[in-house]
Structure formats: C-alpha cells, structure tokens
C-alpha cells in the first residue's frame, strides 16, 4: 500500500482499547506547520458532537491537526459528548504544543455510548510519539470500524515546473447513503490553496463521488469530509487554470475512494453501477438512480445474481418522475434486457443473468424522453449485511 507522499504530513494509529478486539481505534493526522482547511458534513438532523465542534472550528479556515476515534460515534451524548470531544482535542493539542483550537475531532462507532475518555487520554502520549511521513496505513486501520480493508488513494500533480501531491484516506462500508460526505474521509495536500478554494473544490467533488454512493440507504449521523493544505512542497494553486487542473485531481481521488467504499460494503459482493440517462432533467436522472440504487429488492437480486429486471422498472416508477414505461429500456452492461417497456426473452436473460455473475457491472435505465444523466454507485444485499448489523454493538 503507498506510503503518504505530501509534504509536512504525519500521521499515526494505536489501540487504546476503545475497541474490544485490541485493533487500532485511535488516529491522528497532523501538519507540521498551519494548513488551510474546509470540510463538509452530515446533513442528517442528528449530529455528533465532533460534527458540531468542527462545524464551528472549521469556519476560521485554518487548522493543524485532526484525532479520530473508533469505537464510539460520541453521538446522543449531551453536554458531555460536547465536553469530550474537545477534551480529546485539547489532548492532542497539548501533546503537540499548539493552540487547542487548530485541532479538529472526529468519531466513529455506536451511537449513544460515551468516549471512554481515560483510555484515550492514557494513549494520546503514544499517538503522538509514534506520528510519522509513513504512519498512514497504520492511521488508515485505525479509523476502520466494520471496514475489511483500508482504503487509501494518493496522486502527484504538477503546476508549472512544481510538483505537489494529493492523498485521500476514507472508512465507511456500512451506514452508507451519504448526503455531503462519506462517514469519514480526511484529505491531505503539499500545495498552497486558500480556505475558500478548497471549500468550494471539495463540496464540488464531493457531490460527484461521495453524494453518489449507496450501501444501506442511511446517512450517518458523523458524516465529515475534511481537506488540509499547507503549502510545503512550495507550489501554490492560483491561476483559473490551476485551479481546474486541481480539482480534476481532487475529483479522481475523491471518486476512486467512493468506489472502495461501496466495493468494500458490508456483505457485499457486487459494485454495481446504476445510470439513467434519456431523463428529461439530470435532477429527474438522479432520482431515479437513487431509487434503484438504494432499493432492497433489487439489491438482494443482485446478491442472488437474478435479472430481475421487474423490480428495477417498479423502482425507477416510485421515484417521483413522470416518464412512459413504454419507452423504457434497460440493459446490464451490454446486453438489452427490456426494449420499450417489455422483457427480451429468455435468451436476453440468460446473458443478464452471465453479466450478474460479475463482481462489476452496470445497469442502464434508458427513459427516452430527454438528455437528463446521473449515475449512483451500489451494491448487493448480502445474508452477511443483516448479520453484521443485527450483532453490530455484540
């Protein structure tokens, strides 16, 4: 797995005990001098304290560091959830001698229990010995909660004759139906960019990779993005030009972490792409994606590789858009399965059901009617969803 290439960037992971398995649960990723910052957050109306303290640090623009916990979401905590999450920021900022209020904070794991405070406490020393240019896979397992495998992607750009790095590190395989952010992801970039720019360049990427991914349906109640830029490898993002240029990069890397996440979704089998096209809006093409994407009889279909294809047009029709079933086509990967509205024969279906054998494919919904696109990635329904979540807090 690639080490983290930016410059002025370490980061760390121990086990304090948050976890009862003994992994990695604490995180810490730190820049050696202030970096710009901007995130985005959950949507959902429920939010956990680390979401609220940062919502509010994050408005200045400018941060230094950023501890994460597995183990506890801190979410439905009252007051104390409050004091807890910046109790553990003032732990890592007294630990590296800065101000408390350049430290973000985030938290994963079950809603409503409280951070167990003296064990956080007793291992932010070791956190921060152990920060390093090379700490990231260690940094990437600790933030994994019901995640299989660490999910980390870095790319070099080049502005002129300078050169600067981009690395992206996400967990989420469950609680997946994004709205704003993935359940975490923390970004991390050698380049000079201002707050404002990286604000405005991560909501943008965000709502084409993240905001376009489903495991579950639910968004999570600590949904957080956050992006950090401090400008040590000595080239800076000014120009218009040089701004498109690094948001297409940013957009790659944000977009190949939203595969991983839904490839990596708990029980899942299958990633599977669902597009819309011919709607008579892209906002029409989305709602549909959405539908289809996010409904369980389809999701299960896939995890029994049936081509069911019924189930997708019955989706794409509750979806709240008008459109004319008799137009209708629908086609996995290749291969028509409806034309107008109706079923291609058995011969179409044995060649469906050859691409639902795959562990990648596509589903086109084809509605005739306009110019309208979308596209939202999915997976299956596996018999070891409901196994991981019905023993999630056991």
Do not use: H
């Amino acid at each position: 797995m690639k080490k983290i290439t930016c410059k002025g960037f370490l980061l760390s992971g121990v086990a304090s005990g948050l976890k009862k398995n003994g992994q990695k649960d604490l995180g810490l990723i730190c820049s050696e001098v202030t970096a710009s910052v901007a995130g985005v957050f959950t949507k959902n109306k429920v939010q956990a304290a680390p979401v609220l303290v940062d919502r509010k640090r994050i408005k200045k623009g400018f941060c230094r560091a950023v501890i994460i916990n597995t183990g506890s979401a801190n979410c439905c905590t009252g007051d104390q959830g409050i004091q807890d999450a910046l109790y553990e920021a003032k732990l890592a900022a007294d630990r590296l001698n800065i101000s408390e209020d350049l430290v973000l904070v985030a938290s994963t794991g079950v809603i409503g229990k409280p951070l167990a405070m003296d064990k956080i406490e007793f291992a932010v020393p070791e956190l921060v010995k152990l920060l390093s240019p090379g700490g990231i896979n260690d940094f990437a397992q600790a933030i994994m909660t019901t995640d299989t495998v660490p999910k980390i992607v870095s790319r070099k750009g080049n502005i002129g004759r300078s050169g600067f790095n981009i690395t992206g590190v996400a967990k989420g395989a469950g609680m997946i139906c994004p709205d704003m952010a993935t359940m975490l992801c923390f970004v991390c970039t050698d380049a000079e960019a201002s707050p404002d720019f990286l604000k405005q360049s991560l909501a943008s990427s965000v709502e084409k990779s993240f905001n376009r991914i489903t495991i579950d349906g639910d968004t999570s109640t600590n949904d957080t993005v956050i992006i950090m830029a401090n400008g040590m490898s000595g080239t800076s993002v000014k120009s218009q030009s040089e701004k498109e240029y690094f948001r297409r990069l940013l957009d790659k890397i944000l977009m190949e972490l939203a595969r991983k996440v839904v490839k990596d979704g708990e029980g899942a089998t299958k990633l599977v792409e669902v597009i819309v096209k011919g709607a008579k809006s892209v906002n029409d093409a989305e709602k549909i994606a959405k539908t289809v994407a996010n409904s369980n009889l389809v999701k299960t279909a896939l995890f029994g590789e049936d081509a069911n294809w019924g189930r997708i047009l019955a989706a794409a029709g509750r979806a709240g858009v008008v459109f004319d079933p008799g137009l209708v086509n629908i086609s996995f990967d290749d291969v028509l399965m409806v034309k107008r509205g109706m079923g291609c024969g058995d011969a179409a279906e044995k060649e469906a059901t050859k691409v639902l054998k795959k562990p990648e494919f596509s589903i086109t919904v084809d509605l005739k009617t306009g110019d309208g696109k979308s596209s939202v990635l999915t997976c299956d329904f596996s018999i070891n969803y409901v196994k991981i979540n019905a023993d999630y807090r056991s």
